[in-house]
């Protein structure tokens, strides 16, 4: 259990490749103990990191595998947070249906339990769907459902995610001043509680858009933080992204 705490730590500060490494001894200690449901844990935290790290499927094995223990456990929480996962790798992939449909049995369980957090949560999820399918009256719906919910919950990550999925919705729309209030929010929000991952890829709108108004010391920061961010996480994809705004900076200067 101590070492999937400290793991989680460690991810969180950007180590990913010590996180995974202490998740892996945590796994094989609850596989000699015959501890299914911790086992299980431990295979969704190490599908996570495997997914951030671009290995699609074997994320979605591990997480499968993961499923298939809530369900004969019985445990349904667990069994829609895993859904949860499943349906964003899904989405990731292009099964956009699919992911949809995992997203909207989330729910359902979720009601059920009286679970206002995960029902927040699937609601981003199927938000951040309908946006990326053009339909942004569906996703601002779902996006201003989920940010009630997380303000009455005082949930900071929750609200920083609900205000990031808002600004994406007021960019399709072309709403610039309303794009730039909530992504501040979502940003300040996102300082306040250190999530690296998180500060460096919502950095990326925040850094650009203030470039865009011209506001290029206020973008420096942000994006130098965004690129140091990607930098430690290990991130190549996002850290070109970052890189490219930065040379755009200063051949601008």
Known sequence: VTLGDIARIKKSRGDVAQALSLHQAELAVYEALGDKRSRAVALGDIARIKNSRGDVEQ???????ELAVYEALGDKR????TLGDIARIKNRKGDVDE???LHTERIAVYEALGDQS???????????????????????SAAEQALLIDEALGD??????AHWTLSNIAFAEEQYSTAHEHLTKAYDFLLSIGRLDAIGVVGLDHGALLLAMGKRDQARE??????????????????DQSQAL????????
């Open 118 to 140: 995960g029902r927040s949560s699937a609601l981003s999820d199927i938000a951040r769907i309908h946006l990326d399918k053009g339909n942004t009256l569906w996703a601002r």
């Open 59 to 65: 994320a979605l094995s591990l997480h499968q595998e």
């Open 222 to 239: 942000v994006l130098e933080r965004s690129h140091q961010a990607f930098a430690k996480l290990g991130l190549k994809h996002y850290l």
């Open 156 to 161: 900071v990550d929750g609200q920083a995610n």
């Open 99 to 101: 992911a949809l449909s």
């Open 78 to 81: 667990s069994h829609a947070v």
């Open 246 to 253: 930065l040379d755009r900076l200063n051949s601008d200067s």
